[in-house]
Each structure stands twice: as structure tokens, then as C-alpha cells.
């Protein structure tokens, strides 16, 4: 493989790896901002031993994607060194941003929410939990805006030429709310949630299997599905907002998104399918004009296919973009039927009966997972073969030092190094759900085997 493909999947690679902890972050410092606003609300200790919890999870998810996501910012420079110039007006702002109003509000405030519980009072243990929250949730706009850059630029104008070209701001603003970056922030923050909330769901589900910290994972879970509720329907409207400026300002990635090869007169919704792209086909199970509605809200409408374009114009990997898309549309479904199924048998009062239910919340962690990743699979697979939309190729951005050897051999360094830390993640996080929240005698009584279930 030449340096160029080798280079785009090391850095895909490690993306991939650290985006499994901010979400995780963002997602429990939601959770974990009402479980302790009901312990102030109601004085229930069983909210404060949640609370304590879950704090220790995002400790260690938070430690981890610390720790994961210095690297990328080493590979700007060491592998994409045209790029690094290029957008290090626009990068540098954003990320000085980010370090000025996100970490120092989340680091700051990080210190009381591990170590404050028996040394400040619960008001300002929850002042400190909301800080580290939103100083997440800060974090992720100023990269999500970075990144949204990319694909929608705006606010600046090239200073220099050839090699030495970069792309200067000239409205700080413009650039922050540049056509897709709210969209995106939104779609990206409604995604954490969903991640942060289902691995709550999942632990108190197996705690509940298991007949252990009844009490606790009842109420623990009835704030997750809560949440996940709500994120999930959300999601489903961010999403297609999400796609309708794609529609605007990337059609050839839409065009990707639903194997479009021909602008036809109306174009058809693809539930599911597969494209082979030397035939120029897409078969699968389709809704006869649907993506004309969805797009332009009249069913009769012309939508543009990848012919449309310079054949060096549209992305490589088509069919990729098109399951990975797909993927994610068919995760987000699901999700809003698991938790509605939640909502309805609490409404009815058997959520906590139902063991099949429980069960079927355990493994469902990782769906969220998997549409965050398959989505920025399908965001940044689909602006190929641009690196800044239609301004930078990929090609044009590699450093010319580097060889292919060089990046293979920090490649292979990275996986194994990685493969260790998700080792040593998952180990962690194993021993803390097992050994479970620390209850007081006074605070909850602890079932038999199963005793929670009603049969």
C-alpha cells in the first residue's frame, strides 16, 4: 500500500479508537447530573450511591480518551504536513477555543467531582458535575466545528500558493457557524447521550438479571431509559436535518449515501441494498421517491447522481458509504424501538418484570456505538476525495518526508498499544461493575436470587 492509504487508515484507526470515550463522557455526565439533582431533590442516599457510581466509570472514560486523543494531533504534523498548514488558522483558533472555554471548565471543576464527596457540600458536588458536563459538551462543539470545516467551509480566504497555500480566517464566526457545524453539534451531542445512557441501561439490566442493587438499578435504569427515550426520537429529526444540508452542500456524498449513479427525475429511497460500482447498479428494497420527499418535501423532485460529477470528484468507496450510512439509519431505528418498548411496559408497570427485557438491554450497548462510529465512517468516507470540501484533496495534504515504511511501523506500534489499552479499559470497567456500588446497610435490602422478577 502506498503512504497515502496507509496514512488515512492509521489515522482513521485511532480516531475510531478515541471516539469510543468522549461519547461515553459526554453521555454519563448527563446521567450522572440527574442522579445527583434527584438525590438533592429528594435526600434518597440511594441516588448519592448511584451518583458515586457511575462517577468512578467516567473517571476511567475519561482518563482513556485523555490519553487517546494526544496522538492525532502528533499525526497532523508527522503524516498530513500540507494539511497541518493549510488549516492551522482555522484548526488553532478552534482548538485554542476549546482549551479556553471547555477544559479548563471541565479540569477545573474535574478535581471536586472525584474527590469532593465527603470534603464539599452536595450543592457544590453538583455545581461541580454540571461544570465537568458541560465542559465536555463545550469540548465536542469546538472539535465538531473543526471538523464541520472540513465539509462546509466558510469565513476565510487563501493566503499563498501551491504548497505553501492556507486557508486564513476572515469572520471568526462564520467560520464557528459555518453551514453544517450546528447540525453536526447536535447530531454528535444527541449521539453521546444515547451511548452514555445505554451503558447505564446495560449495567443496571445485568445487575437486575443477576437479583443484585435492586433498589439502585431500578431507579438507575428508569433515568437512562428517560434519557435514551427522548435522545433516540431526537436523534431521529437531527439526523435528517443532518442530511438535508448534505443534500445542499454535498451532493455527490448524498448521492453516495443512497447509491445514486444516474439523475433521474425522482429518485427512490433505499431501505437496504448494495451497489456495485463498475455496473453503475444498486439493487436492494427501496420506497419509490422517497429520497425526492425527504430531501425537497415534493415527491416528484430531481435529486443529482454521481455522474453529476468529475468522476476525480466523487468518493472512492461507494458501497461503503452506502452500508455504513445505511447502518447507522437502521441502529438509530432500533434504538427508538427498544426504548419505546421500555416506555410502555413502565408505563404499564412491568419493566422490571419483564427478564427477556432486561436481557435484551445488556448487549444493547454497543448499538449506539456502533452508529457513532459507522456515522463518521459515512461523514468522512463521503467527502472523499477532499480533505477540506473542494478546496483540499487527501492527496495534496500528506507531508512529503514520510515514507510508507515509516507510517506501517507506527501503525502497527499504535494497534498494539491500543489493543492494550482497550484490554486494560475493559478489565477495569469489568472489575468495577462487578464489584458494584458501594450500598450502606441501612440503604437497600438485598433480594434473593431473581426475587426482583414476578413471575
Do not use: C
Not at 63 to 80: D, H, K, P, Q
Not at 81 to 107: K, M, N
Amino acid at each position: 500500500m502506498d503512504v497515502e492509504i496507509l496514512a488515512r487508515i492509521q489515522f482513521a484507526f485511532t480516531v475510531a479508537f478515541h471516539y469510543i470515550y468522549p461519547p461515553l463522557s459526554i453521555g454519563l455526565g448527563l446521567v450522572m447530573v440527574f442522579m445527583e439533582g434527584m438525590f438533592l431533590r429528594t435526600g434518597r442516599q440511594v441516588y448519592h450511591h448511584m451518583a458515586r457510581f457511575w462517577t468512578k466509570i467516567f473517571a476511567l472514560t475519561f482518563g482513556i480518551g485523555v490519553a487517546t486523543g494526544i496522538v492525532m494531533e502528533f499525526e497532523f504534523g508527522t503524516n498530513w504536513a500540507v494539511y497541518s498548514r493549510y488549516v492551522g488558522d482555522v484548526f488553532g483558533s478552534a482548538l485554542a477555543a476549546e482549551g479556553i472555554f471547555a477544559f479548563a471548565l471541565e479540569s477545573g471543576f474535574l478535581g471536586v467531582l472525584l474527590f469532593g464527596w465527603n470534603r464539599v457540600s452536595p450543592r457544590v458536588h453538583f455545581i461541580a458535575t454540571i461544570g465537568v458536563w458541560l465542559g465536555s459538551m463545550f469540548s465536542a462543539i469546538w472539535i465538531v466545528v473543526a471538523n464541520s470545516w472540513q465539509q462546509t467551509p466558510a469565513g476565510f480566504h487563501i493566503v499563498g500558493e501551491g504548497m505553501l497555500a492556507r486557508a486564513e480566517i476572515t469572520d471568526f464566526w462564520a467560520m464557528v457557524f459555518n453551514p453544517s457545524s450546528v447540525d453536526r453539534v447536535l447530531h454528535v451531542w444527541i449521539g453521546a447521550f444515547l451511548a452514555g445512557a445505554f451503558l447505564v441501561m446495560s449495567v443496571h439490566a445485568w445487575y437486575l438479571v443477576k437479583g443484585r442493587h435492586a433498589e439502585l438499578s431500578r431507579k438507575g435504569f428508569k433515568i437512562a431509559l428517560a434519557i435514551a427515550a427522548v435522545s433516540s426520537v431526537a436523534q431521529l429529526f437531527a439526523g435528517h436535518r443532518s442530511a438535508e444540508v448534505v443534500a445542499r452542500y454535498q451532493p455527490a456524498k448524498l448521492a453516495a449515501m443512497e447509491g445514486h449513479f444516474d439523475t433521474l427525475e425522482t429518485a427512490d429511497l433505499y431501505l437496504l441494498g448494495w451497489v456495485n460500482k463498475e455496473d453503475q447498479q444498486t439493487s436492494g428494497l427501496k420506497i419509490p421517491n422517497g429520497l425526492s420527499f425527504l430531501v425537497n418535501g415534493d415527491w416528484g423532485a430531481k435529486v443529482p447522481g454521481l455522474n453529476s460529477f468529475a468522476e476525480a470528484d466523487r468518493p472512492g468507496a461507494v458501497n461503503a458509504v452506502f452500508q455504513f450510512y445505511h447502518l447507522m439509519v437502521a441502529i438509530g431505528i432500533a434504538l427508538i424501538g427498544l426504548t419505546l418498548l421500555g416506555l410502555v411496559q413502565w408505563w404499564r408497570g412491568r419493566l422490571f418484570e419483564q427478564r427477556w427485557l432486561m436481557r435484551l438491554f445488556v448487549p444493547a450497548v454497543i448499538l449506539p456505538q456502533m452508529a457513532n462510529q459507522v456515522g463518521w465512517f459515512t461523514a468522512e468516507m463521503g467527502r472523499q476525495p477532499w480533505v477540506v470540501y473542494g478546496h483540499l484533496r487527501t492527496s495534496e495534504a500528506l507531508s512529503e518526508a514520510v515514507t510508507a515504511g515509516q507510517v506501517l511501523f507506527s501503525l502497527i506500534l499504535f494497534t498494539i498499544i491500543y489493543l492494550l489499552l482497550f484490554g486494560l479499559f475493559i478489565y477495569l470497567l469489568h472489575r468495577k461493575i462487578v464489584k458494584g456500588p458501594e450500598e450502606g446497610d441501612d440503604f437497600v435490602h438485598r433480594p434473593k436470587q431473581g426475587a426482583i422478577f414476578q413471575d
